[in-house]
């Protein structure tokens, strides 16, 4: 993931109940119970737990996640992750170790078509694509 200036810290001991919203990036090391999202990069922190959707640009979980991430750009699982929920982005990266309970959605990059296992074009922009690293 990029390097960008922390601008939102939530410590280890820290429990947030509601919606936790920042134009700038978000690290996740306690407990959150409801939305997150940011403009830019949230990551899950290997002491954090989420209960809750995450929108961002890009999301980097090291900890738990009990709900859907969407995310622009890339969203990454670290090894010891664990995920149970549905991601929605353009690039998926999903490390030896890590667990992840639920569907993954990726867009088709901009000038690709895509196609279904005939050959034929299929007509909704979106196609199911991981990568395993």
Do not use: C, W
């Not at 999202?37 to 640009?57: C, F, H, M, Q, R």
């Not at 993954?104 to 990568?131: C, I, L, Y």
């Amino acid at each position: 993931m990029a390097s960008e200036q922390i601008d939102t810290i939530i410590g280890a001991h820290v429990e947030l109940k509601g919606s936790l919203r920042n134009q700038g990036p978000i690290h996740i090391h306690g407990t959150i119970i409801g939305d997150v999202y940011s403009d830019s990069l949230v990551v899950i922190g290997e002491t954090a737990v989420v209960t809750g959707p995450i929108t961002a640009k890009q999301v980097d979980v090291s900890g738990q996640v009990n709900g859907s991430i969407t995310a622009e750009e890339q969203i990454e699982l670290q090894p010891k992750s664990f995920v149970k929920g549905d991601l929605n982005t353009n690039r998926l990266s999903i490390k030896p170790g890590a667990t992840f309970v639920g569907k993954s959605q990726m867009n088709v990059p901009h000038g690709m078509h895509a196609t279904d296992e005939n050959g034929e074009p299929v007509s909704d922009k979106k196609k199911p694509r991981m990568e395993l690293v």
